[in-house]
């Protein structure tokens, strides 16, 4: 099973940025997919996360700023990031398990991240 990450970079506060998770060797459909970040000195935290049925869940510290989404076509999910903030630099983590959940322990698979930086 390989996650791969892609779409993070260096922009300004208040842009915008979307992040992609390419998964392989497992049957994407029937997998929930969580976004988590870790920033430097600080424990890793969940972003959100999106169910096999397209059902997503959010942290309080994005939620109405972020979206995630997923096409079953391309084994692909998204997390899209608008107006973001300084907090919210950090590598950005995709993670893949059996259900939509707001706990890092409970997927089973993980990317190697992609950083984020969002500069004043």
């Known amino acids: 099973v390989q996650l791969v990450e892609s779409g993070g970079g260096l922009v300004q506060a208040g842009a915008s940025l979307r992040l992609s998770c390419v998964a392989s060797?497992?049957?994407?459909?029937?997998?929930?997919f969580g976004w988590f970040r870790q920033a430097p000195g600080k424990e890793r935290e969940v972003v959100g996360c999106?169910?096999?049925?397209?059902?997503?869940g959010y942290a309080n510290s994005v939620r109405g700023r972020f979206a995630i989404s997923r096409d079953n076509a391309r084994n692909t999910v998204y997390l899209q990031m608008n107006n973001l903030k300084l907090e919210d630099t950090a590598v950005y983590y995709c993670?893949?398990?059996?259900?939509?959940?707001?706990?890092?322990?409970?997927?089973?698979?993980w990317g190697q991240g992609t950083q984020v930086t969002v500069s004043s």
């Open positions: 993670a893949g398990g059996y259900y939509c959940i707001l706990n890092s322990t409970k997927y089973h698979y």
């Open positions: 060797g497992l049957s994407f459909v029937d997998y929930g």
């Open positions: 999106i169910s096999s049925s397209l059902s997503p």
